[in-house]
């Protein structure tokens, strides 16, 4: 009885077997028949392989500016081919070409299985088409009668198609056609039209080195351009199918090294008609990164960019003007300009070095989005409106005195030795003049652009909180922290000169951030619209810091202690301009970043290879004079608003020593005064200034690198030192036993940017702690009025009967009997 059962059960085990596999007998039939009659419809769609030379012509791209009137480039003309005879191609030409593309053509068939595998296991391993495995057959076949499209069905057609072609012509024929087809970029098909277009002269002339740079051109014509941005890119892949031919037994090794020796002799580009070279390539450059070659090639799109032509042509003189003048003066033969609208964030100019045609100072490179240049002091203004966000004020004393600071990171620095004792990881920082200042105002700091202070600033910022603001407002190149330290501050890190005019445009617009852009639109050849401009925009800091910073920078006072005689070269007649310099300590680089509420102008001034201008060359000498002769031209030129920036909000007092702009601290207890002068880091928490006073202010590492020289110079400086500092009693309340200023400047009349007609009446309320002692008022930089007074309040008014300029200043000088000074200014424009 179990036998029988046993016997059933096997039965039915092969029945299902049996049914199992003839079912997938009959599926794969249906596969290969599906197969065939898919590959049969496909082949119904080739065309007639006697087409080799019946290509479409494809319809150009067009790069316009901002009207649409004005074409700055067209991308792709009329095809260039000459056909010439297999034998007149020289031999390192054809073994360069399969050097790269295909070492077994000769030895294959019109497939490369072991490639189409490959390719196939990386194309699923990353989801998507990225590599094709093609032979030169495949390659043909795809160029003469395919689309580029990455799909099943095409690479169907393509190795049909190759297969056909090679039962009907024999290899010599097949390369022969490969070699005079070919796209090498810039409208030249086939190997003679690319040898004349990119050396002027026949493919049979070409040397070893040629014919590997031209062998690298087919891969991305457009990338690998000797005419675009990535030469090296292209001299590495010449080097790289050198090395190949050499492994191929090709060439020898000593050929190879000779090759690779010769820098291409290129000719100049036959391009046609370009204007704004620098900008029209950084835009193809992004149409076929995003959409592909081919997609370009065949869209006859239609670009409209964001470029002004006028300005364009405003920025191209300057320029080239200014970097000639600084060839001679300084030796400096390079520079660039970006000018944007910092409400859209749309480039209105970008001139990418001194002179594009000019191989001599490498001017295809575009130092705009291409170059990473030190900033010199160009990066203070984050560094300051960073310490304001975390409660440190415009009117914040630091002490500019002669400091060591410990290099590297530091947010955990290591107390170092004393000055007499010098140690090889600190470093001494110098200002610009080579004078200490002693006590400045962290606004004194940022508009006169001493080093010191500045770098103190950054120490109390905090280091990382500095590089999140840096990357908030767009700076992207400086990832390498360990490089940096304290000093960043005075440009120890790369930046790029586009990402840093829009940081500035950021300041401009209050912290608003808006997205660069280049291109208003793009329509294809049916006038379909393909991409469309959108401001994109985020408010990624604080208004009111910003505004600041804003403040500080367009104060012509302020600046003027750093200018001097070149101060007129900041002004512009009825305009409010906020400025930043910087320029790196070996005179490599020098940088003017200005500003109004409507217009962002950056200027590098420099030399492509790094190497320094002569020492006078300073960014107030080699960057501000292009800086401002583009400005004014600009602004005779466009009618931009004489929009003024905001003001910020008068804050909270506070009566903690050097946060009020006190650098004297003298509570009074029982009746004695126990004067009191350190640096600020004895007063306050550096990481929360406006919060409770530090129990032993001694354990921050910094605290003797700064506090030492305070004292030296408050020796030398401060009459009857030896009264000072002697110790306090106990719990005493640094905030309020103090006879503090709090002195404060309230403008009531006029408003600020109001429109007036002389005679006008100017009205303040000024209050201090401390009483009052002298007001002075100042038109226009002349003073008008010196008034001696008393009490803790005065209500100010003065009839002021002046002829008005287009644009004029006010401002109060108010000196408490502490002989504490404090300064408020506003701008009124003449009706």
Request: charged share 25%; glycine share 6%.
């Amino acid at each position: 009885m179990v036998t029988k059962k046993k016997e059933r059960k096997k039965k039915n085990h092969r029945k299902r077997f049996y049914i199992v596999l003839l079912s997938l007998i009959t599926l794969f039939l249906i596969l290969i028949g599906s197969g065939v009659v898919y590959a049969l419809n496909i082949t119904r769609q080739l065309p007639p392989l006697e087409q080799f030379s019946s290509r479409k012509v494809s319809q150009s791209a067009k790069i316009y500016d901002r009207t649409g009137e004005v074409l700055l480039y067209k991308m792709f003309g009329e095809e260039k081919r000459t056909i010439v005879p297999f034998d007149k191609i020289p031999e390192n030409m054809k073994k360069a070409t399969l050097a790269t593309e295909d070492e077994n053509f000769y030895h294959q068939p019109a497939f490369d299985w072991k490639g189409i595998l490959r390719a196939l296991i990386i194309n699923i391993k990353k989801g998507e088409f990225a590599q094709g495995g093609s032979t030169i057959t495949q390659q043909l076949v795809k160029n003469v009668f395919l689309t580029n499209e990455k799909t099943i069905e095409r690479k169907i057609k393509e190795l049909i198609l190759a297969i056909e072609l090679e039962s009907k012509y024999n290899k010599k024929e097949i390369f022969s056609a490969y070699l005079n087809q070919i796209p090498y970029g810039s409208n030249a098909y086939g190997v003679e039209a690319a040898s004349q277009t990119f050396f002027n002269k026949p493919v049979e002339d070409l040397n070893l080195s040629e014919a590997a740079t031209l062998a690298a051109l087919p891969k991305a014509p457009s990338y690998y351009s000797p005419w675009g941005n990535h030469v090296n890119e292209l001299m590495a892949r010449r080097d790289y199918i050198l090395n190949q031919m050499k492994e191929l037994g090709f060439i020898t090794k000593k050929k190879a090294k000779e090759a690779k020796s010769k820098k291409p002799d290129f000719a100049p580009p036959s391009m046609g008609t370009i204007k704004a070279p620098h900008f029209a390539l950084t835009i193809k450059d992004y149409l076929i990164e995003k959409y592909g070659r081919n997609t370009v090639l065949n869209s006859g799109f239609k670009i409209i960019t964001t470029l002004d032509w006028e300005i364009q042509q405003i920025a191209e003189e300057v320029v080239m003007s200014g970097a000639k003048r600084n060839e001679k003066l300084y030796g400096g033969k390079n520079a660039a300009l970006v000018a944007q609208d910092p409400k859209t964030g749309q480039v209105l100019a970008m001139v990418g070095s001194r002179n594009w045609y000019n191989d001599k100072i490498d001017g295809k490179f575009n130092v705009a989005t291409q170059g990473k240049r030190q900033p010199g002091s160009a990066l203070k203004p984050f560094i300051y409106l960073t310490a304001f966000e975390k409660g440190y004020s415009p009117e914040t004393v630091i002490f500019d005195t002669e400091t060591e600071f410990v290099s590297g990171d530091p947010d955990c620095p290591t107390l170092v030795t004393p000055k007499s004792e010098k140690n090889e990881e600190c470093f001494n920082p110098d200002n610009f003049d080579h004078v200490f200042r002693g006590p400045v105002s962290m606004a004194e700091g940022l508009a006169q652009s001493i080093n010191v202070p500045s770098v103190k600033t950054l120490y109390l910022a905090g280091f990382n909180d500095v590089l999140k603001t840096l990357k908030d407002f767009g700076i992207s190149t400086l990832k390498e922290r360990w490089r940096y330290g304290l000093s960043l501050v005075l440009g120890g890190g790369e930046i790029k000169l586009n990402e840093l005019v829009n940081a500035y445009a950021t300041l401009a617009e209050q912290g608003k951030y808006h997205k660069q852009s280049m291109i208003l639109e793009i329509k294809n050849s049916e006038g379909e619209l393909i991409e469309k401009y959108n401001n994109e925009s985020q408010q990624v800091f604080d208004k009111e810091q910003v505004k600041k910073i804003n403040q500080i920078l367009s104060d012509k006072q302020l600046r003027s202690g750093l200018f001097h005689s070149s101060l007129g070269m900041t002004l512009f007649d009825g305009r409010e301009v906020a400025l930043k310099t910087g320029t790196t300590d070996d005179y490599r680089d020098a940088w003017a970043m200005g500003y109004t509420p409507y217009l962002t102008v950056g200027v590098w001034a420099g030399n492509s290879d790094n190497t320094s201008m002569h020492q006078k060359g300073s960014s107030i000498l080699a960057a501000v004079p292009m800086w401002s002769d583009f400005l004014n031209q600009v602004f005779q030129e466009k009618d931009f608003p004489k929009e003024v920036f905001n003001r910020p909000e008068a804050a909270n007092p506070t009566n903690k020593p050097m946060l009020n702009g006190q650098y004297v601290f003298s509570p009074e207890i029982n009746n004695t005064t126990y004067p009191q002068v350190h640096s600020i880091l004895h007063w306050v928490n550096k990481d929360n200034p406006l919060g409770p006073t530090l129990q032993n202010p001694t354990q921050d590492p910094q605290y003797s690198n700064w506090g030492a020289p305070v004292m030296e110079w408050a020796k030398n400086n401060i009459p009857d030192f030896y009264r000072y500092n002697n110790p306090l009693p106990e719990n005493v309340d640094f905030e309020n036993n103090t006879r503090t200023s709090n002195l404060s400047i309230q403008f009531k009349e006029p408003d600020e940017g109001k429109y007036m007609n002389s005679p006008f009446l100017v009205q303040a309320n000024i209050n201090s702690l401390n009483g009052l002692s002298n007001i002075k008022l100042y038109f226009n930089n002349t003073l008008l009025q010196n008034l001696n007074v008393s009490g803790n309040s005065y209500n100010y008014f003065y009839y002021l009967n002046q002829p008005l300029s287009s644009q004029n200043s006010i401002e109060l000088r108010v000196t408490d009997k502490e002989g504490i000074q404090k300064r408020k200014s506003l701008i009124v424009f003449k009706k």
